[in-house]
């Protein structure tokens, strides 16, 4: 079964404290892998997209990179608005959702000044 | 602002009633994706519509069902609710059909604001 699992589920960051989010993917078929971001009350927001092993993606202080398993968000020198819950999502070829994104539950990162 | 609207944005209504969410997707985007998000699951993936066709279905109840109409906006209609069906609906829209291959940003949705729907 497709399956996306992100870790830790919360985060508290110091501003400037340089961390990594994780996310762990089991798919039949990799198409592609998102990262999104989602402030409280809002949907989410488009970040990245990742396609194969040992790509990497950058955007101001986010960095997104891929393995075979798992997808990395390295946030650097982390600001308060910063502060959101991040999404992965994969995109599989095959399975139930018919192509369509599998979303983990997400990590709620808190930046504090 | 994403360019996609949805409504209404809350919505307190009781068990065993029917209501319906509308959606309008960015302008030019012929997808529409329906997604619901509650705090044990995530976001999940109802249904997808492309062009006024339905082009995939998820983890939708028979108790819901959706349309796209020629002016590509959508609704999603659900009946009988439940106190489980309390949730964020969120509707999304891109360009491509989402079933193509890995040409163009496949994965790169946008998100309305989303529907609060509360079941008592």
């Known amino acids: 079964e497709d399956q996306v699992t992100q870790s830790p589920e919360a985060l508290r960051l110091q501003e400037g404290e340089s961390s990594s989010l994780n996310c762990s993917y089991t798919?039949?078929?990799?198409?592609?892998l998102f990262w999104y971001r989602q402030d409280p009350g809002k949907g989410p927001e488009f970040l990245f997209t990742?396609?194969?092993a040992g790509e990497e993606k950058e955007k101001e202080r986010l960095k997104a990179t891929l393995t075979k398993k798992e997808s990395f968000l390295h946030i650097t020198a982390p600001k308060p608005e910063d502060s959101a819950t991040y999404l992965c999502?994969?995109?599989?070829?095959?399975?139930?959702?018919?192509?369509?994104?599998?979303f983990g539950k997400g990590t709620k990162l808190s930046v504090k000044p | 602002d994403s360019g996609v609207t949805q409504t209404p944005k809350h919505l307190i209504t009781a068990t065993g009633q029917r209501v319906t969410l509308r959606c309008s997707p960015r302008?030019?985007?012929?997808?529409v994706y329906w997604y619901q998000q509650s705090l044990d699951q995530g976001l999940q993936f109802l249904i997808q519509?492309?062009?006024?066709?339905?082009?995939a279905k998820g983890n939708i109840l028979e108790r819901f069902s959706a349309q796209q109409f020629p002016d590509l906006h959508s609704e999603l209609n659900l009946s009988s609710l439940e106190l489980g069906d309390s949730a964020l609906y969120f509707c999304?829209?891109?360009?491509?059909?989402?079933?193509?291959?890995?040409?163009?940003?496949?994965?790169?949705?946008?998100f309305g604001e989303g529907s609060r729907l509360t079941v008592l």
């Open positions: 519509y492309y062009n006024g066709e339905e082009r």
């Open positions: 999304a829209s891109s360009k491509i059909s989402g079933t193509s291959g890995r040409s163009g940003r496949t994965g790169e949705l946008f």
């Open positions: 798919v039949s078929g990799l198409r592609g």
């Open positions: 999502a994969v995109q599989p070829f095959y399975g139930g959702s018919q192509g369509n994104l599998i």
């Open positions: 302008s030019g985007d012929l997808s």
């Open positions: 990742l396609y194969s």
